[in-house]
């Protein structure tokens, strides 16, 4: 969206979470910020899931690299679920959202 690439580049389990690796890249001509704790992930059903992101940064240069980080979900949150969805949003202005739908979970 407007430039902002968000992938999922691999998904694990370890200990009780699901752990999806995330890519984020700033194509655009503007730095863009972030506010994780507004990420939005639910579960098949609609229900909001809890996660945590891990080592994104907060604001994502113009013309940037690739971003690593890791979304950690507490598998006791994922029964039944077959996919999740995850959407996110710039901060403050809320101009840009990052939409990633029906991601497969497997057990």
Excluded at 17 to 42: A, I
Excluded at 89 to 99: A, C, H, R
């Amino acid at each position: 969206s407007q430039g902002v690439i968000l992938e999922i580049s691999h998904a694990k389990y370890q200990g009780s979470s699901l752990l999806l690796g995330l890519s984020l890249k700033n194509e655009s001509q503007q730095s863009v910020r972030f506010l994780y704790s507004f990420l939005n992930v639910r579960d098949d059903r609609g229900k909001p899931l809890s996660a945590i992101t891990e080592g994104l940064p907060g604001e994502i240069p113009a013309n940037s690299k690739n971003f690593q980080g890791t979304l950690r979900i507490p598998t006791i949150l994922l029964d039944d679920t077959k996919t999740i969805s995850l959407t996110l949003t710039d901060y403050p202005e809320q101009n840009l959202e990052l939409n990633l739908k029906q991601i497969p979970i497997e057990r």
